[in-house]
């Protein structure tokens, strides 16, 4: 159930019988030769996916979050480290207020990981009511990691685990082959310009691309770990 589809007061009556949501987050920054919302686009997916059947309403996706490796690739946005926890506390305090106990945020994106810290300090906040947020990377989350290491161990950015029919863009020309694997530990300690000469085309390293069919089975086990979170992954309370 997209909240976009609802109006306030069909949320509203949601709120009588249920109090879990979902917030995707994601990202707007450089994926090779895949969409620039790669990011964004497979955390709404995946989370409208998951919750369908249960009903549970999805948040349309953030679109933006913290990518300063990436800035040197024209079209990649990012937000400071301050600016993003903030934007997260007014969400998670917003969907609190309006009677929300079980938020999932469903993130897309490996830099937005810091927003687990605001996370465990927010649930904490002095004199709140009690809030379960679950902050859950979809896309290296086990099960789901499982699925993609039956195919390829090197899962790198802009490589093939993101690229899915509805992440490729028309007039882009994908290439067969695999990009070098930059060391991931020089890929955490350098400047946007020195990322973009490491990585001329975005792809920090692996193949471009494999079979649909393959990639179906790495994204029905993202869908299914997600629901099964919004299921069974609260405290009993």
Known sequence: ??????????????????DRIVLPVGSTEQHGYLSLGTDALLA????????????VPVLPVLPFGMAPYFTSYPGT????????????????????????????????????????????????????????VLFHSWYNAPKTAAAAGRFDEDQYH??????????????????????????????????????RALAPDGSLGGAYQRSDEDMQIVWDAGVAEVRELLEKGWLDQ
């Open 1 to 18: 159930m997209r909240v976009f589809d609802s109006n306030w007061m069909q949320i509203s009556d949601y709120l009588e019988r249920d």
């Open 44 to 55: 709404e997916r995946v989370s409208v996916e998951a919750a369908e059947p249960l009903g």
């Open 77 to 132: 946005m990012s937000l400071r480290m301050s600016t993003y926890i903030e934007v997260i506390r007014d969400l998670l305090d917003c969907l609190a207020g309006q009677g929300f106990r079980r938020i999932a945020v469903i993130n897309g994106h490996g830099g937005n990981a810091p927003v687990a810290g605001l996370v465990r300090e927010w649930i904490n906040r002095p004199g709140a009511d009690r809030v379960q």
């Open 158 to 195: 802009g490589s093939w685990l993101e690229n899915f029919a509805w992440t490729r863009v028309a007039g882009a020309d994908i290439p067969g082959g695999a990009a070098p694997v930059i060391d991931r530990a020089t890929a955490n300690n350098v400047t946007a310009e020195e990322m």
